[in-house]
């Protein structure tokens, strides 16, 4: 039987990070029960998005709520912070804000994806991590 996939024990928020890193999951295991996202931050960020008259896609992903546009990830709630897409070389910039943590994968800081704790949230700060998630986003090629 051999032993089982490392994919298959680990927390559903390391299967988002696999999923968000581009990287397969093994043992075809596509949904996880779990922790809930923030329902009042998702809305928050929908009606953002709405007034930005930014299109994206909403996919619930291994209790998170995902973001795409154009098939690619631009930001995810998941509990109650807001993952987003950064650009490696606005990382540094990024990490400096209040409430805002890189994404860890397996030891390793994530390129370009930080978390921002839905403390500091404010309307202001929310559209502003949108927007810049969405312009990074948006020069990705489709998938």
């Not at 930001?75 to 650009?87: F, I, Q, S």
């Not at 500091?120 to 969405?134: K, N, P, Q, T």
């Amino acid at each position: 039987m051999g032993r089982p996939s490392p994919h298959r024990r680990a927390p559903h928020r390391a299967r988002l990070e696999w999923i968000l890193a581009g990287l397969p999951l093994s043992g075809g295991v596509l949904s996880v029960g779990g922790m809930a996202y923030d329902e009042l931050l998702a809305e928050r960020v929908r009606e953002h998005l709405e007034a930005a008259d930014l299109d994206a896609v909403e996919k619930e992903m291994f209790g998170a709520l995902c973001l795409l546009h154009r098939g690619n990830t631009l930001a995810a709630v998941e509990g109650d912070e807001l993952l987003v897409r950064v650009g490696p070389e606005d990382m540094e910039e990024a990490l400096a804000r209040p409430g805002v943590r890189p994404m860890e994968f397996r030891g390793r800081t994530a390129k370009g994806w930080a978390y921002v704790s839905g403390e500091v949230l404010d309307d202001e700060e929310l559209g502003e991590w949108l927007r810049a998630a969405w312009d990074v986003t948006a020069e990705l090629p489709p998938k």
